[in-house]
């Protein structure tokens, strides 16, 4: 029995009656009565405990906690328990880390343990204000769908973000919240400004990675991790401002707050503040206000007031507007601006980047512009900060001679929230540049011009080729975090979904295979031999599964080879654990290149497997086979066999989602609908509908597909799904002329 609240955004008033607002800040005196085998903790240390009984003559325990400081509701938090924990103090201060018995044992909160103390005493550091608390206990729920809660005192995590198995090493996970003293000691007014507390956090996150590894690569991680994320959420007709109004919120849309903007687009614009202030008047303002605000309440005004008495007590930063102006204009507007930079005139321009945009389409919305500070390269040498300030303005400083020595790169390691463009003398000189010299440009902007090019391309800013023309330098990349942007844009989830029917599969082939041979021997040579090279390689950790999986799906034989390798001395041996990063592709291959045999095999671990991400994993893994009768079979269990049956996960649409098994799902779901219905419910119905009908291109195809589902949906439901078949329709017509372009210059450059 494991009992754990979660009141934030506005679930204290199921617990206790109260004015369950942030700004209503009170403290809290914590009694539970439990069964004495079961340990109580909330935010505050344990003050007493005694004995009651009660009629039946049942003995219970009576915890109570010492007072809370002034604190919202939100944060209030309990949990009643029989877990074991590790525990040492930091600066006179004991800090808990409680878990499974079988976990603590195992040594899985040894890492959350010895993190969380320098963490605290480096977060005091910085912001100069000690952690207010006499103790800190953190909890590992088995499963807990927010990841991470930082109540105050009695911090809550998923156990697959706490707790490190030793052969976690090869994990990404390594990581802490630093939510304390955004959120705890200075709460928000309201939740329309939550991106202070979560934005803030977010971004200092990486601050303590970087403290704990200096020569950790924060820039090309902060951009894997956030920004290319919310880059790809955000545009111009999104209807979400980082900060809101505060209107007439019903409670479930303070709920839909806590979203990618509130996290990835907060944190991005913690990172732009600091980028073009500096460290130090960064972090001196951030002082100044969490000071004035401990225990209190704040608003976005007030920070940003604390900004400007910084600045005004100095001369070195001079900026263009207030703080106010130049922050407001990012918040308080959805969307960003593309950047594009003339280089034989030196004007510069920004425009509301909308999503396939068509031509003229600038007045859809009343955007202003935003205030834009240009941190620039030219020549591979830092240049000084410009702005950006209205629509369009001259820099002649970033204007090039025809001289192949001369090019620019605007957002240096991209801590603008901007795409940035360039005219066609622009982008061909730093392809030019990329063919001759690519080390020139740093990793960073290597990625960088990437992403935006393959990006804008999508969204018609600029020709597919001109994105194209540069990846011909791949032969040389030997970084496999711009190997990894290279192949998320060009190898994406739809092409794999159905690419063995177009013309483009061989030629991508050809010329991939030919470019990816120097990066694929380097990795290829690290897996077979001593993977624990990787351990502190978190940019390789992070972009290995989608090189090796891009890899094998073009079909190198040395790859497939090494998955079904990789598969049966596991399957044999189970210690022998297939890498964590390539472990989801390796088990997919096992079993597409294998038999019923390899399936059963893997069927019976995920009877056994406890963790939910291990068996989403497999559950996946086995919709990979290539054999119609295992895929059908595997759609049976789902609706009827245990554990299937028990499990979260859509079988039916991860069958569905796969080469083969969009033929198999399609005829199941003819003869077994009312039962997928039932086990999964009407929607997932509607969903699977969209996945069968993924690739359609013609109404034809789409009147078929509506006779199909014709007796499975109401009236309103079939109205819907042809809406969104027409618009998937839409979009894969565009798709393929984009897709004929591609194999159009493939051919040429292949």
């Known amino acids: 029995v494991l009992i754990a609240s979660q009141l934030e955004p506005t679930f204290a008033r199921f617990v206790f009656p109260c004015f369950d607002e942030p700004a209503l800040k009170a403290t809290f005196n914590i009694t539970i009565i439990h069964h004495p085998s079961y340990v109580a903790l909330s935010n505050m240390p344990k003050l007493g405990q005694s004995e009651k009984e009660d009629v039946n003559g049942s003995k219970w325990t009576v915890t109570t906690f010492s007072t809370t400081p002034h604190m919202p509701t939100y944060l209030v938090a309990f949990v009643i328990c029989d877990y074991h924990h590790v525990n040492r103090t930091e600066r006179g201060k004991e800090i808990r880390i409680w878990a499974r018995k079988d976990a603590i044992a195992s040594g899985n ?64 996970k390594k990581t802490l919240i630093a939510n304390i003293w955004f959120g705890n000691l200075v709460t928000m007014n309201w939740w329309n400004n939550v991106w202070l507390k979560e934005g803030f956090a977010s971004y200092f996150e990486y601050e303590v990675m970087n403290y704990f590894n200096p020569k950790f690569p924060r820039n090309e991680v902060f951009f894997s991790n956030i920004l290319r994320n919310v880059l790809r959420e955000d545009h111009a007709l999104v209807t979400r401002a980082l900060a809101m109004k505060v209107e007439n919120f019903k409670t479930s849309e303070i709920e839909e707050l806590f979203d990618i903007f509130v996290y990835s687009k907060g944190a991005s614009m913690a990172r732009m503040l600091s980028s073009f202030l500096n460290k130090h008047l960064f972090v001196s303002a951030l002082k100044s206000y969490l000071k004035t605000f401990s225990y209190s309440n704040a608003e976005q005004d007030d920070l940003w007031r604390h900004f400007q008495m910084a600045i005004d007590d100095q001369s070195t930063v001079i900026l263009p507007a207030t703080i106010k102006n130049i922050m407001d204009s990012w918040t308080h507007q959805s969307g960003f601006p593309v950047i594009t930079l003339n280089v034989s005139t030196g004007i510069m321009k920004q425009e509301p980047f909308y999503l396939e945009k068509v031509k003229n389409q600038t007045l859809l919305t009343d955007n202003g512009t935003w205030i834009v500070p240009i941190l620039w390269m030219k020549n591979g040498i830092t240049q000084s900060l410009v702005w950006l300030d209205q629509s369009s303005k001259v820099f002649p400083e970033m204007q090039v001679s025809d001289s192949d020595h001369d090019w620019v790169i605007l957002n240096l390691n991209m801590t603008g929230y901007y795409r940035v463009n360039y005219d066609k003398l622009g982008w061909k000189k730093l392809n030019q540049l990329l063919e001759k010299d690519p080390k020139a440009i740093p990793i960073i902007h290597r990625l960088q011009l990437i992403d935006d090019a393959f990006f804008l391309s999508k969204n018609n800013y600029i020709e597919i080729e001109t994105a194209l023309e540069l990846t011909k330098y791949l032969a040389e990349e030997d970084e496999i975090i711009v190997w990894h942007t290279v192949l998320v844009n060009l190898v994406t989830k739809d092409l794999v979904s159905d690419v063995k029917n177009s013309d483009l599969y061989p030629l991508l082939k050809k010329y991939l295979l030919k470019r990816l041979n120097s990066i694929w021997n380097i990795y290829v040579t690290i897996i077979r031999e001593n993977m624990l090279l990787l351990q502190d390689d978190y940019l390789a950790l992070i972009s290995l599964e989608k090189l090796f999986g891009t890899v094998c799906w073009l079909g190198l034989e040395d790859c497939l080879q090494l998955s079904k390798e990789l598969f049966a001395k596991w399957v044999d041996h189970p210690e022998n654990e297939i890498p964590y990063p390539i472990k989801g592709v390796v088990l997919c291959y096992g079993i597409a290149l294998g038999s019923d045999k390899e399936w059963d095999i893997l069927s019976n671990i995920y009877t056994n497997a406890t963790k939910e991400e291990e068996k989403f994993q497999l559950a996946y893994a086995m919709s990979c086979s290539k054999d119609p009768w295992i895929l059908n079979r595997y759609m049976e269990y789902a609706l009827s066999a245990s554990p299937f049956t028990s499990n979260e996960t859509n079988i039916i649409e991860v069958v569905a989602a796969s080469d083969v098994g969009w033929y198999v799902a399609k005829d199941f779901l003819v003869n077994n609908w009312q039962a997928v219905s039932k086990r999964y419910g009407t929607q997932s119905l509607i969903n699977l ?29 079939r109205i819907k799904v042809h809406t969104k078949l027409q618009t998937i329709k839409n979009e894969n017509l565009k798709n393929k002329k984009r897709r004929d372009r591609m194999a159009e210059w493939l051919r040429r450059n292949t």
Do not use: C
């Not at 952690?131 to 109540?151: C, G, R, V, W």
């Open 689 to 717: 509908i969209y996945t069968v009908g993924r690739a359609i291109t013609t109404d034809t195809q789409i009147e078929e597909l509506q006779q199909f589902f014709s007796n499975m949906l109401e009236e309103d439901q």
């Open 109 to 172: 909160a040894d890492f959350a343990l010895n993190i969380t103390g320098p963490t605290f005493s480096f977060l005091e550091d910085l912001v100069n204000i000690s952690y207010s608390l006499p103790k800190t206990d953190i909890i590992a729920l088995p499963s807990f769908d927010n990841h991470a809660m930082e109540n105050w005192g009695l911090m809550v995590f998923d156990e697959s973000v706490l707790l490190l198995e030793p052969k976690d090493q090869l994990t990404e």
